[in-house]
């Protein structure tokens, strides 16, 4: 007995926007799973060296994990949003020193907060 499959056309536009939706699918599992390492480790430090840390990121990793503990984290922070809707629009500008400041402060306190331990042993 032989199986025969059979396909079906589907228009260019239609395939290209599911391939579309695939590669961005990928794309944010890996940025997941590199995030959870990161968070991970810096869950595993006192809070000292977590701290430091945090505070010795470059501004591209800081605005991702930011982004990543942020999601986690379930809190609704217009100035995080401010942050991150600001570096999406414009990558390449640098935060300015209190931005940065008040990023690295707002990452150190999320991921010692107890929704992003949990969510964090969840995942």
């Known amino acids: 007995m032989t199986h025969e499959t059979k396909t079906m056309e589907v228009p260019v536009a ?3 926007r599911v391939q579309t939706l695939i590669d961005a699918y990928i794309a944010k599992e890996k940025f997941n799973a590199e995030r959870k390492v990161v968070v991970n480790n810096l869950l595993s430090m006192d809070n ?4 430091m840390a945090v505070y010795s990121l470059p501004q591209g990793e800081l605005l ?8 986690l984290s ?14 999406r629009e414009n990558p390449n500008k640098a935060l300015s020193d209190a931005q940065r400041s ?4 707002l990452l150190f306190n999320l991921i010692n ?3 992003v ?3 964090m042993k969840e995942i």
Do not use: H, Q, W
């Open 48 to 51: 000292l060296s977590c701290e």
């Open 14 to 16: 239609i395939a290209e």
């Open 64 to 71: 991702d994990t930011l982004r990543f503990v942020y999601e």
């Open 74 to 87: 379930g809190t609704n922070s217009k100035f995080v949003k401010n942050i991150l809707t600001m570096s």
């Open 102 to 105: 008040s990023a690295k402060g």
């Open 113 to 115: 907060d107890p929704s």
């Open 117 to 119: 331990v949990s969510a």
